[in-house]
């Protein structure tokens, strides 16, 4: 995998594609799987939308390798709209990437807060503590935030602890729920549905709306879980709050 | 200041306004008014910016008493309503007195009424909206939908009072002049929700078979009833779907069109989930959102296809006639 730097870096420009997801969205897809590479090119290009911000654009949406503009379709037409952007994508390999903040994250891994640890372990005739040093041992990257407010897409899980989805997800899933799904893992912000494997739950509040909204989490972040005790938790619990 | 008392909220009332756009990086869906065409004409009736903050009302009205007089309008679905012992009529301003009741019923024609009040629902703004987004508890009245004997506050929110008609006097119309504004002909034919919904291609049209566009085009869906804000979700005939494995997550549209597991479509609404690992087979043109806020369960629809040019002419016209104060009110 490249390892790109900071400042000028080299990137090769042919890979983008552009597809209209809508009336007033366009899709930029910068590779067409998961890859560090792409998820580079996705965080340069919300810096430089920032720095550059295009009129009557009004939202971004990105993800592993892909990003959705949303724009004013009475100002732009999908051509348009493309080239503009297709010129600040040639200039991607100027925007440095912001250094990554490294967020530690407080996990209770006890049965109270993890209903699928024994199925888990049992399957692999694992203890749970074996699947807590092997959650907590790596530090995962942020590639984006989705599905909810402050839901944080963090990989690559180990591929021992890959688990399938729920066949059926739950109704509602605790909020600040620890979760794995295939190589991924993360936080339940909100009580939500979720098909996701619990194995854990922190006691931060993950998202708040006041102040403008803030997330613990952002794209481009590195995530390092922590465990905690029952203990721990409720006195957490209470600060977070 | 004035306020609203809930008398009954109805089956599930929230504070909305245009939405909350530019969060996306952070997961937050825009929210605001279902169907936001109602919403605007209901704040233009009543001399409001046209994103004031209004009520949302789902399938049942609730019940309201004002403790000083004001300008209000109904728009949306037609719950039937009273002042006190008085009908009130859809689309048109009317005046409140203080400690004047209004109630309203089940719907009788289509799923999502709103109650817009001159200055508009004060509440405290959450990254630029007074919406509410039920599922994260954020914006409008403390974050959730309303209950018996929540007090609302009227006026004071930003915009609420910025003048209709950019008239010519530069401010916002005497009160007088206001009352029984009423929609015309050409705005009630704007309104008319839509059951044939115009889309366009969506970006995963090339992983569904062959006989899949004949179906989901040709034959009609109907809404169940586990449709909310977040989306909708049809049942009907099944959308084939090609064996091409996982999709990798990607931002969603409001209006798109995804098809899970089951081939069964799910339209993504104003809660929506901001990114999603299911193929789009098409989306909602912006011009027919609002039809998405009027349907109920059981409701039927069928889908019709539009180019681009066509989905954003028809927009252009939709803003064109919003734009005339002389089109849209007799």
Known sequence: ?241 | MPVIRVMEPGMFTTVQDLGREGYGEMGVSPSGAADALSLRIGNRLVGNGEGAAGLEMTLVGGTFEFSEPGTLALTGADFGAWLDDVPVEMWRSCEVRAGQTLRMEGTRDGARGYLCVRGGIAVAEVMGSASTHVLSGMGGFAGRVLRRGDVLQIGGQAGAEQPFARSALGKAPPQQRLAGRILSTAGRKLVRARKKLRVTVGPQSDWFGPAAPRRFYGDAYRVTEESNRMGLRLAGPVVEKLPRGEMISEGVASGAIQVPESGMPIILFVEQQTTGGYPKIANVISADFHSLGQLRPRDEISFELVDWEMARALLREQEALLGSDERLFD
């Open chain 1, 1 to 241: 995998m490249p390892v790109l730097l900071n400042g000028m870096t080299k990137i090769s420009q042919s890979g983008e594609r552009f597809v209209p997801a809508s009336d007033q969205t366009l899709l930029i897809y910068f590779g067409e799987s998961i890859s560090q590479e792409a998820h580079e090119l996705v965080v340069r290009f919300l810096r430089l939308l920032e720095r550059e911000p295009l009129r009557n654009v009004r939202n971004v949406h990105p993800a592993y390798c892909s990003v959705l503009v949303k724009f004013d379709a009475l100002r732009w037409t999908h051509a348009e709209l493309e080239a503009a952007l297709r010129e600040r994508i040639s200039r991607l390999g100027s925007v440095p990437l912001p250094a990554a903040r490294v967020v530690e994250i407080p996990a209770c891994y006890e049965k109270a807060y993890a209903p699928d640890m024994a199925e888990i372990c049992a399957r692999r005739g694992w203890s749970a503590e074996r699947v807590i040093a092997l959650h907590t041992a790596t530090s995962y990257q942020v590639y984006f935030l989705g599905f909810v407010p402050g839901f944080a897409y963090l990989g690559e899980l180990p591929e021992e602890l890959a688990e399938a989805r729920l066949a059926t997800p739950r109704r509602a899933v605790p909020a600040g729920s620890v979760a794995i799904a295939g190589r991924q893992t993360a936080v339940y912000p909100f009580a939500t549905p979720g098909g996701w494997r619990l194995i854990g739950r922190t006691p931060m509040r993950m998202f708040r709306a006041e102040d403008g909204g803030s997330s613990v989490l952002a794209i481009g972040d590195r995530v390092q879980f922590r465990a905690i005790s029952a203990e721990e938790f409720l006195e957490l619990e209470k600060t977070c709050r």
